[in-house]
């Protein structure tokens, strides 16, 4: 007995093992919720995968956390007067992983081999605005004679229309420029990023280490592990262990993190919108006084701030409020169930309608949303019957134009008005594409196209607005929210800040804290 | 004993073909698209029709089935949609993980489970019996999920000995197999004990007593041999349905291993990983089933195997 008394104090000790004691040398921790699909470039469809890749590699160009283009293998970039042809110069003296020197050769091929008609990838869409490449990705032409080597030092991009937005293409993860040398593997592709790939377990974790000589200065931190944990609440113990370095605050945990950890919290608006697509060519929802009808009769301000802990800005339009052509100062469609009624009645329905609401069964605030604004939307004679089913097949019915209403989130792929106006709602991108609404205007489309055409920033943020305003009045969404990003740092790095953008942070400036 | 054998492992050819084609059929006309998935948002409809050419989405479904079970029978499980990894591989890399996982929790089990319920069975209405009955009820009523997140609470936050999640040395098995193990503990002790109950009431313990064996003899080599048979069921079983992957477990404790890895492969649509990996599964369950077959006759050699 004496023995096991004697075991049992030291128990603890050894197990102290588990929470290991920071160092200078630890390494940085971070994390993704699931496994990413590749760490090649030409597979990066989701977020995780974008986040690695981001680490990795390097665009043409790139964002900063905050969402800015900026200069990356190419330090400079000129467009001629109609935005049609952008010539990119190459920064000088950069290396791949593999020591062999980016080349312009290499940023053809980089190009080519995401457009490359056997590739599974399925996101080349940054790329397919340049002269020929929608032929060259359908098989149907062996060259993309919009990519011009100009020289040894700049590539010339000569685009199919113009498109002021290109540059911001170019930062997305799929146009990172891999050295030719690339095995066939996915974890064979060399980049010039800031960290290098050393071992990935699947599911488990992936490790990178410092590239000593990264061109833009090398990480501060020696090593970097991405772990995968899937469960929210258990990342958040994670963090609270001591054994992750950031963490996004489960929306379940707001106010005590709020409390207990003040000073561990970063909060930023985020480039997403929360909405439920309303289906404008199914039965009632054709009529656009139905469409308001269901703006005016959710109460979104409190179920914002109940439900969605606080956690959001409310939307007037789906321009995000930190990118230029957001507006969240327009005329809203305020809770006034009175007037849902009285349009309800002019369009006919004054008995009342049943519509679906469909959502995906697997995010369970969102669904709280859901059956708010079921109630809310009762009150005024509508009845929503819920269809819950796994995201996946939530979203097939909603591309298929097969559900009523759907809620969903639309994230940012590039900081720009443009990414929250032409795939949601031109009449180019119905269903997959993004208009989940089946929104369609000629007016609409003619001003897109006119935004996208257009070079000059403040003319163009103008048209932003404009067509946004336009949207909104028309009520395509039950518009609900721009979320605000909550996530807390550890006490244990400094230098690291909240991206609005998922490949806007690439973990150079964190570093471990000196202990006090 | 050999022909018994044969003949059961002629009989698991059926079940398999069975599982192999129930799957397929299943999968195939679930709603949801893996190129859907593969493409994420924004995709244009080109794109969408040139990847389900590529992987062959659009033949009748026949000729697909044909397809997989020709590329099964060269031992080829395919490659993953989304990943574009070989299957077979992926699993080998994820199965010792499981493997791992469900033998640490079934040694919790049984070491706990048998001796909570042997206890119990020598002094019904004691504390211990008592004891088993409680952990019996709470094994059984609480939702892993709920167990497994109070354990990370207590365990890695509040006391900081266990890490809260992943893998690594022993330290991390501790969590997931209590969590994991924790149902089969309270079957098994009551099970246990319902057995033991009855061998230890029966005319042979009457006899060892009366020969003068003593007390541990009567209860471990009489008794607890002959309570064994309906235990290695419930331990069989439940050892079978972890070797599968437990879900729950592995997405709690963020343990890369198979259930995991059907969960990803089934949200994403990835057909041919959700299907290698049942095909798998299935093999893994019949395998640990036959061979719970033959540990009864080990246990009591009167089941005899003509």
């Known amino acids: ?516 | 004993m050999t022909a018994r054998l044969g003949r059961r492992l002629l009989l698991v050819v059926p079940t398999l073909c069975g599982v192999l084609v129930a799957a397929f059929l299943l999968l195939n006309v679930a709603p949801g698209d893996p190129v859907q998935a593969m493409v994420g948002e924004r995709a244009d409809s080109a794109t969408i029709a040139r990847l389900r050419a590529e992987l062959h989405l659009d033949d009748p479904l026949p000729v697909r089935f044909g397809r997989y079970v020709l590329g099964l029978l060269h031992g080829d499980l395919g490659r993953s949609y989304i990943t574009g990894r070989p299957i077979a591989q992926d699993l080998a890399e994820r199965f010792p993980k499981t493997a791992q996982l469900a033998l640490a929790a079934m040694s919790f089990a049984a070491t706990v489970g048998i001796a909570l319920g042997v206890v119990a069975a020598v002094r019904p209405g004691g504390w211990a019996d008592r004891l088993a009955r409680l952990t019996a009820y709470l094994g059984v009523s609480f939702p892993v999920y709920w167990v497994g997140l109070l354990l990370v609470l207590l365990f890695a936050v509040t006391l900081r000995w266990l890490p809260p999640s992943g893998s690594g040395g022993l330290v991390y098995l501790i969590l997931p197999a209590a969590t994991l193990g924790m149902r089969s503990v309270a079957v098994l002790a009551r099970m246990t004990r319902g057995a033991m109950r009855e061998a230890l009431a029966s005319d042979f313990i009457r006899t060892a007593r009366a020969k003068g064996a003593s007390e541990r003899v009567v209860v471990l080599r009489h008794a607890l041999r002959n309570a064994l048979i309906p235990v290695i069921t419930v331990l069989a079983l439940d050892t079978g349905s972890y070797l599968t992957g437990s879900l729950l477990t592995e997405s709690i404790f963020a343990w890369p291993g198979l259930g995991r890895y059907v969960l990803t492969a089934i949200e994403k649509r990835d057909l041919p990983a959700v299907q290698g990996a049942i095909l798998f599964m299935s093999v893994l369950f019949v395998l640990v089933n036959l061979f719970a077959d033959l540990l009864y006759a080990k246990a009591d050699p009167r089941i005899a195997y003509d």
């Open chain 1, 1 to 516: 007995m004496p023995r096991f008394r004697h075991f049992l104090s030291v128990l603890p000790s050894l197990l102290a093992c588990a929470g290991e004691r920071p160092s200078a040398s630890a390494p940085l921790v971070y994390y993704e919720s699931y496994d990413p699909r590749s760490l090649d470039p030409a597979l990066s469809t989701d977020v995780p995968t974008g986040e690695m890749v981001t680490l990795a590699y390097d665009g043409l160009t790139r964002f900063d956390v905050n969402g800015r283009l900026q200069p990356a293998l190419s330090d400079r970039w000129t467009t001629d007067p109609r935005g049609l042809r952008y010539v990119f110069h190459l920064r000088a003296g950069v290396r791949f992983a593999d020591s062999s020197p980016v080349t312009v050769a290499a940023v053809r091929q980089s190009f080519l081999r995401v457009l490359d008609p056997k590739s599974t990838g399925g996101r080349a869409w940054p790329l397919l605005p340049i002269g020929g490449a929608r032929a060259y990705a359908a098989g149907t032409a062996r060259d993309v004679p919009g990519i011009e080597l100009l020289g040894d030092s700049a590539v010339a991009l000569t685009l199919e229309q113009p498109l002021a937005v290109f540059p911001k293409f170019l930062a997305m993860p799929v146009a990172s420029i891999v050295a030719p040398r690339s095995g066939v593997r996915d974890v064979e592709t060399i980049g010039t990023g800031p960290w290098r790939f050393v071992s990935w377990a699947h599911d488990d974790a992936l490790r990178y280490a410092r590239n000593p000589g990264y061109w833009d200065g090398p990480p501060q931190a020696e090593s970097l592990v991405v772990r995968i944990i899937p469960d929210q609440l258990v990342r958040a113990a994670e963090l609270e262990a001591g054994r992750l370095d950031v963490v996004e605050v489960p929306f379940g945990e707001t106010a005590a993190w709020r409390s207990r950890h003040a000073n561990w919290l970063q909060e930023k608006p985020a480039l997403r919108d929360v909405y439920i697509a309303l289906n404008n060519r199914r039965g009632a929802l054709r009529d656009a006084r139905v469409r308001q009808a269901i703006n005016y009769a959710v109460n979104v301000p409190q179920i914002l701030a109940t439900v969605y802990g606080g956690r959001g800005i409310r939307a007037r339009g789906a321009i995000p409020p930190s990118l230029a052509g957001g507006d969240t100062t327009r005329e809203a469609y305020t809770y006034d169930p009175a007037r849902a009624k009285q349009l309800l009645a002019a369009a006919g329905l004054a008995a009342g309608v049943t519509l679906e609401l469909w959502r995906a069964a697997d995010n369970e605030t969102l669904g709280r949303v859901a059956q708010a604004v079921q109630s809310d939307l009762e009150q005024v004679g509508i009845q929503i019957e819920i269809v819950a089913r796994d995201a996946s097949s939530q979203r097939a019915a909603a591309r298929a134009g097969n559900a009523d209403m759907a809620i969903l989130d639309w994230w940012a792929d590039y900081p720009d008005g443009d990414d929250f106006l032409f795939p949601l709602f031109s009449s180019t991108s119905f269903g997959p594409g993004g208009n989940y609404a089946f929104y369609s205007d000629a007016v609409t489309d003619s001003l897109l196209l006119a935004a996208r055409r257009t070079q000059d920033d403040a003319a163009r943020e103008r048209l932003y607005r404009a067509i946004d305003e336009r949207v909104y009045r028309a009520a395509p969404w039950l518009y609900l929210w721009f979320p605000v990003d909550l996530w807390a740092e550890s006490p244990r790095i400094t230098g690291w800040e909240l991206p609005v953008i998922f490949n806007g942070q690439r973990w150079t400036g964190v570093r471990r804290a000196t202990p006090p």
